[in-house]
């Protein structure tokens, strides 16, 4: 894991590395993506450093979501994939937690993205079920 001295966000944050920033506050910074899938592709990143999202304090998350919001209102995109990656095998290539709002104009802008569903049995899934449902909180 990129520490905060290395990780390209974090630099980003501190004003090291320029960036065409969209919003700003205290939690959270939003900005266009220089290698976009399509116009109008944008990050929205927690200024605390983290790799996944496991590792982000829950008062630094509260903003992300409406931010993508405004992002999709601003750029007027209809069709549109929010996107947040953990680890390589999840296609994650920089370690800080961001988040991508990628706007779909047509069938060959924008993210592709590949299906592999999965049959699966209700025995297993009623399995499967109990065992997350007793790992979860009743309220956050």
């Excluded at 630094?60 to 601003?74: C, F, R, S, T």
């Amino acid at each position: 894991m990129a520490s905060t001295a290395t990780c390209i966000f974090c630099k980003i944050i501190k004003g090291e590395i320029p960036c065409f920033k969209l919003f700003e506050s205290d939690k959270t910074l939003a900005f266009l993506d220089i290698q976009p899938l399509s116009r109008g592709h944008a990050l929205v990143i927690p200024k605390f450093h983290g790799a996944k999202l496991g590792d982000i304090p829950d008062d630094h998350l509260g903003e992300i979501l409406p931010v993508v919001k405004k992002l999709v209102n601003a750029t007027g995109a209809e069709d549109y994939n929010v996107l947040q990656n953990n680890g390589r095998i999840a296609h994650q290539v920089v370690d800080h937690v961001h988040f991508h709002m990628i706007p779909k104009p047509n069938e060959k802008e924008g993210l592709g993205v590949g299906w592999p569903q999965q049959n699966s049995d209700m025995e297993g899934l009623k399995k499967l079920f109990e065992e997350i449902k007793v790992k979860m909180p009743a309220q956050l």
